[in-house]
């Protein structure tokens, strides 16, 4: 059946939130256990430096307080594709974008962080979790 609706779950790890001030944010921590994977949706508003750099890292553990860097071979896509690059931006592709990554490692929790080389005024960011694959189904709609 195609039913994602009823077979994911949705959790905010960044809220949207401007680049003025801050150069790197940590995301909330995401608890997957029931869930078989987790999808993290990067979005990105309009970025007005061309030699700004942002960063998206994964981080795994089995406790909260020890999160290390996920192994590549953990990851469906990579950091580098969901991250943004310096370069001219368009929009669509460096600019007022999503992009995304998956984890399908086997530790409990798992965070995004998101890391920037130059601030700029009013970048604003967010990423999503979006948890998939439940133990049981259909996941509650709150």
């Known amino acids: 059946m195609n ?3 009823n077979n994911c779950d949705a959790v905010v790890v ?6 003025t001030t801050i150069a ?22 309009a ?9 998206v890292l994964l981080k795994e553990g089995d406790v909260t307080g020890t999160l290390t860097s996920v192994a590549d071979a953990d990851l469906l896509g990579t950091e580098v594709l969901a991250s943004i690059p310096a370069a001219v931006r368009t929009d669509g592709v460096g600019d007022k974008v999503s ?7 086997d530790q409990r929790y798992v965070q995004a962080s998101i890391s920037a080389t ?3 005024a009013a970048t ?19």
């Open 118 to 120: 130059t601030v700029t």
């Open 47 to 55: 970025i007005t430096a061309t030699n700004a750099t942002i960063t």
């Open 99 to 105: 992009k995304r990554i998956g984890y399908k490692g």
């Open 24 to 45: 790197g944010l940590a995301g909330a921590i995401i608890d997957r256990q029931g869930y078989g994977g987790v999808e993290f949706i990067c979005q990105y508003g």
């Open 3 to 5: 039913d994602l609706h």
């Open 14 to 19: 960044i809220p949207p939130i401007a680049l």
């Open 124 to 142: 604003i960011v967010a990423i999503t979790a979006v948890l998939h694959s439940p133990g049981l189904a259909p996941v509650a709609n709150p």
